[in-house]
């Protein structure tokens, strides 16, 4: 059974920063390119950030430039550093397969910017 477990979300200030990590268990992360995910309230679920099985990174035009999603197939993890956060940052963040296959969403890992 799939299990992803995101961690590391929080209160911060405008222009702070956050380390976001996402475990896996029963799943073998370097075969499949895995992404982030958030969904603020009263809005739809949307990509942030994926991650090929290469290590190609790519980003949805809001958050390029101040996020960065890495991963580490040993250790079945994938990582999203959020520098230069935004209020509109604020939202639950989700990990999942790229493309997100709906059984293997987690519990989520919130993420609140406000002074």
């Known amino acids: 059974q799939v299990q992803l477990v995101e961690s590391g979300g929080g209160l911060v200030q405008p222009g702070g920063s956050l380390r976001l990590s996402c475990a896996g268990s029963?799943?073998?992360?370097?075969?499949?390119?895995m992404g982030w995910y958030r969904q603020a309230p009263g809005k739809q679920r949307e990509s942030v950030a994926w991650?090929?099985?290469?290590?190609?990174?790519n980003y949805a035009d809001s958050v390029k430039g101040r996020f960065t999603i890495s991963r580490d197939n040993a250790e079945n993890t994938v990582y999203l550093q959020m520098n230069s956060l935004k209020p509109e940052d604020t939202a639950v963040y989700y990990c999942n397969k790229d493309p997100p296959t709906s059984r293997n969403w987690g519990q989520g890992t919130q993420v609140t910017v406000s002074s």
């Open positions: 029963g799943i073998i992360f370097s075969i499949y390119a």
């Open positions: 991650i090929t099985t290469g290590g190609r990174a």
